[in-house]
């Protein structure tokens, strides 16, 4: 070995340690590969398939999607009375910044996400139709306030309300 590169001599013989596929020194295929290939595939044959799960359709699916836009709006309800009684601040006491969306948003965002687990949406669409759910109570919140005054003043204050009646419009989409 010495004075050879890499010191594996040339005539060297690599052995692997495995069963050959064929009998030893002929071309004949070894009978125990063959038998071992028609087990494997008998197995294979009496294997059940695994279930197949379709995606989407009945009357549970559609309703966890109404759930998920549902679980979206009440996010940012909550959201928003959570910033209320912590900041105490009515709406349009201070010019809409950036960061009261962003607050509203994350809060919204953070809720959501535990309510997912809480109600174990796991599909994408039900993470669209949660955010979608989101998007559409951040404009449209204000139309409600001005729809039914009476269910946000126990949960908000007669305050906040008659504030958001002043400055919205409930004809037109609005963030505040």
Do not use: N
Not at 55 to 74: E, I
Not at 127 to 148: L, Q, R, S
Request: charged share 20%; proline share 8%.
């Amino acid at each position: 070995m010495a004075g050879q590169p890499g010191g594996i001599p040339k005539t060297a013989t690599i052995v692997w340690h495995m069963r050959p596929m064929t009998a030893p020194k002929s071309d004949t295929p070894d009978p125990r590969f063959a038998e071992r290939v028609a087990r494997i595939k008998a197995r294979r044959a009496k294997a059940c398939p695994a279930p197949v799960r379709k995606r989407g359709g009945g009357r549970r699916y559609a309703l966890s999607l109404l759930g998920a836009f549902a679980v979206g709006c009440l996010v940012v309800v909550a959201a928003r009375y959570a910033r209320f009684h912590l900041t105490g601040a009515l709406p349009g006491a201070s010019p809409l910044k950036g960061g009261t969306l962003l607050a509203d948003m994350g809060l919204a965002f953070v809720a959501g996400l535990l309510l997912q687990q809480a109600f174990r949406f796991r599909r994408p669409e039900h993470t669209g139709a949660k955010t979608f759910g989101m998007v559409v109570a951040i404009f449209t919140m204000h139309m409600a306030v001005h729809a039914a005054p009476g269910l946000f003043e126990p949960v908000f204050s007669a305050d906040w309300v008659a504030q958001v009646i002043r400055l919205t419009d409930p004809t037109k989409i609005a963030v505040f």
